[in-house]
Each structure stands twice: as C-alpha cells, then as structure tokens.
C-alpha cells in the first residue's frame, strides 16, 4: 500500500485565490482526518469523515474552508479566498475505527503559502 | 484552551542516555493516549500507545508511562539513538474519533 497520498506537497499563490488540497487515504480505512500543523497551534484537528460522512467540522476556521469527500477513496480541503494567515502545513490522516486501534497514518503534507 | 499540553519545546539528550518526553492533560474523558514522531517534510507516525486502563505499556525501546491522577503521561526511550532525533507529539482520545495533539517537543540526541 502506498499510504496516505497528499497533494501538491508545496502550493504557493497569492492572497484571494481558491487553493484546493487533495487527499487519498488508505483502501480499507472508513475514517479520514484533516489537521493544520502551525508554529503557534501545533496539529490542530479541522474535519473528519467517518464512511464518507463528515462528523465534526468544529475545527474549521472559518466559512472560508471546506473539505468534501465523495467517495471512500478522495478527499479535498478547500480555501476561497485564501488569505495569508492560512499559511501552514496540512496533514491528511486516515484509520479503520471499530478495531479498538486508534492510531493514524498520516500523509506527507501540503505546504501552503499565502503571499 | 490547550487540552493537551507539552510544555518542552525542545530536549537535548546525549546518545546512549534515557530520553524522557512528558505530556500534561486536562481532560478526565480521555480514553487512550498515542505518541508519534515526525520528520521534517514528513507526516507523523504512529510510535507507540496506551489505553487508560493501563500504567504502561513498553515496545523495545520506548515505553510509555500513564498517570490517571496526575494526568500525566511520558515517553521513555532508553538508549538513546541518533536516528531518534525528531519531533515528537503526544496525542489523546475521548469520545469521538478525531485525536487531540500536542505542540510537539523537539528532541534532538547529541553524539
């Protein structure tokens, strides 16, 4: 297996434009997860999806982000109008819950900057 | 409001001595606790994980020690490695799936 596949690895583009992530998890896991890494926050959880349904987005920022997964094999985070401060590295993680095992496996990441 | 807390941004450590990561946690619900480690340009991996019901749980190296009561959790690594040099995040669950993390300390192994 591949392992959680992420890109682009680096985006950069100006302040206002659509930034679009995307994400492929591992076949077999029913759970995907979308963190941001900063300086300042640390890992912070923005979304997941448990089979293809998102269950918490209280981590989004603002209206600004949206993430959709329309099958059990993609995912995108998406930024309109990205803006600098949303400079950052995002991690896309995914797991199969229900085994008791709550570790993840974590893609390589995005590297976005807003200039 | 940090519920989980690493409060040393970086560790030095000499090659062949213990290396001890502490993590704090505010949260009584958290149910299992999981530190992983991450490479610069690299995504975090899994290392190694305790559930609450436990005080420790030791894999090789590295074993990981659970204070309920103090909320206190810390990752042993014994002996030090150059290739153990990375960030390391502790992580805790409660509920729901989604994990919450730690800053990260930076643990660096002197030669």
């Known amino acids: 297996d591949a392992g959680v596949i992420q890109s682009p690895r680096h985006e950069v583009t100006e302040m206002g434009q659509e930034v679009t992530l995307r994400c492929k998890p591992i076949s077999g896991h029913n759970s995907l997860f979308w963190y941001r890494q900063t300086m300042m926050r640390g890992l912070e959880l923005l979304i997941y999806f448990n089979n293809n349904v998102p269950i918490d987005d209280s981590g989004m920022p603002e209206d600004r982000f949206s993430a959709k997964m329309p099958n059990a094999s993609f995912s995108t985070l998406k930024i309109q109008p990205s803006e600098p401060r949303d400079s950052a590295v995002y991690f896309c993680?995914?797991?199969?819950?229900?085994?008791?095992?709550?570790?993840?496996?974590f893609g390589s990441g995005t590297r976005l900057t807003v200039v | 409001d940090q519920q989980v807390k690493q409060n040393s941004p970086s560790l030095s450590v000499q090659e062949g001595r213990i290396s001890i990561l502490n993590c704090d946690y505010t949260n009584s619900m958290f149910d299992y606790f999981l530190w992983y480690k991450k490479y610069p340009a690299e995504g975090p991996t899994f290392l190694i994980s305790i559930s609450s019901i436990k005080d420790k749980n030791e894999d090789g190296r590295f074993t990981v020690f659970l204070n309920k009561s103090a909320k206190h959790l810390s990752l042993h690594i014994v002996p030090s490695q150059p290739g153990d040099s990375a960030v390391y995040f502790c992580?805790?669950?409660?509920?729901?799936?989604?994990?919450?993390f730690g800053k990260g300390t930076h643990l660096i192994i002197q030669p």
């Open positions: 993680a995914s797991s199969f819950s229900g085994t008791g095992n709550y570790g993840y496996t």
């Open positions: 992580a805790a669950r409660g509920g729901a799936d989604g994990l919450t």
